[in-house]
């Protein structure tokens, strides 16, 4: 499986950014996908996942209520939709696949994809 993230860019505190992660290969629907970033400085962090349907998510705290992540496994693609932003969401994004779901940890994703930048601007 090979990703590739885009739709990062620049944006002010309180608005939306949608990210997509596009993703290559016949079997995508039998991978979760899950969403990271890594501010500079700071380690990767896990911030939601969707399993192959797409019919279950799972979000860390800090993106609950404001992170939505969708699948259309026809397009094979996955989205991050980001709402209320703030500048701490700054970060590099990371989509990546896994052939197990759920998983929170970086190092239970086989397939990743290059990382779009979003910067939050106060």
């Known amino acids: 499986v090979q990703l590739q993230a885009f739709g990062g860019g620049l944006v002010q505190a309180g608005g939306s950014l949608r990210l997509s992660c596009a993703a290559s290969?016949?079997?995508?629907?039998?991978?979760?996908v899950g969403w990271f970033r890594q501010a500079p400085g700071q380690k990767r962090e896990f911030v939601g996942t969707?399993?192959?349907?797409?019919?279950?998510?799972h979000y860390t705290d800090s993106a609950k209520g404001r992170f939505t992540i969708s699948r259309d496994n026809a397009k094979n693609t996955v989205y991050l939709q980001m709402n209320s932003l703030k500048p701490e969401d700054t970060a590099v994004y990371y989509c990546?696949?896994?052939?197990?779901?759920?998983?929170?940890?970086?190092?239970?994703?086989?397939?990743w994809g290059q990382g779009t930048e979003v910067t939050v601007s106060s």
């Open positions: 990546a696949a896994s052939s197990s779901w759920p998983e929170i940890s970086f190092a239970r994703y086989e397939y």
């Open positions: 969707i399993n192959g349907s797409g019919g279950s998510t």
């Open positions: 290969g016949r079997t995508f629907n039998s991978y979760g």
